[in-house]
């Protein structure tokens, strides 16, 4: 958007400085839910281990796709995606695996994660859409199915 008006122009900088922040966080997230399903993936045990393990590695493979696709969206629209684990943990809303849930408990904390990464994503999609930026809100609104859907599987799997 162009104006002249310099109240507009300071009102749509801190509008793109709210989705760079947006879009962070949600890097940090990912980072961070990333980290968690390795956790899970290498600690899982009981009688639903080769389902999990195997669930897991699928789950942070792609989540790094996410972490990916994200950051490099964010850098095309003139920001800068953190990019060091203290960065990532300052902003991130989720919390780290404890290293002692159940097989349950990590599935359950991956569908809470999700939601948590769901909701925060809708509200950066109406900052991207506020602002006219159809491709930021068209890639975190594809994201949001993916993540929405495998909740959906990972509930499914808890009997809920």
Same mark, same amino acid.
């Given at each position: 958007?162009?104006? +002249? $008006? ?22 940090? $997230? ?32 792609? +989540? ?27 902003? %991130? ?7 002692? &849930?159940? !097989?349950?408990?990590?599935?359950? %904390?991956?569908? &809470?994660?999700?939601?948590?990464? !769901? ?10 859409? &506020? ?14 199915? &993916? ?7 990972? $509930? ?5």
């Amino acid at each position: 958007m162009t104006t +002249v $008006n310099n109240q507009t122009h300071t009102s749509e900088t801190t509008q793109i400085d709210s989705l760079y922040n947006a879009l962070n966080i949600q890097i940090a $997230n990912w980072s961070v839910l990333y980290t968690k399903l390795h956790n899970f993936h290498w600690y899982v045990k009981g009688e639903n281990f080769y389902t999990l393990h195997a669930k897991f590695e699928e789950l942070y493979t792609q +989540v790094t796709v996410y972490m990916d696709d994200v950051a490099e969206r964010l850098l095309a629209i003139g920001g800068r995606p953190v990019a060091t684990i203290k960065e990532q943990l300052e902003l %991130s809303t989720l919390l780290e695996a404890t290293g002692s &849930e159940s !097989a349950n408990q990590m599935v359950t %904390s991956v569908v &809470e994660d999700f939601a948590t990464l !769901a909701g925060e994503m809708s509200e950066a999609i109406t900052l991207a859409e &506020e602002l006219a930026d159809q491709p930021t809100a068209d890639l975190l609104t594809g994201i949001r199915g &993916e993540v929405e859907k495998a909740a959906w599987m990972l $509930n499914a799997y808890l009997g809920r």
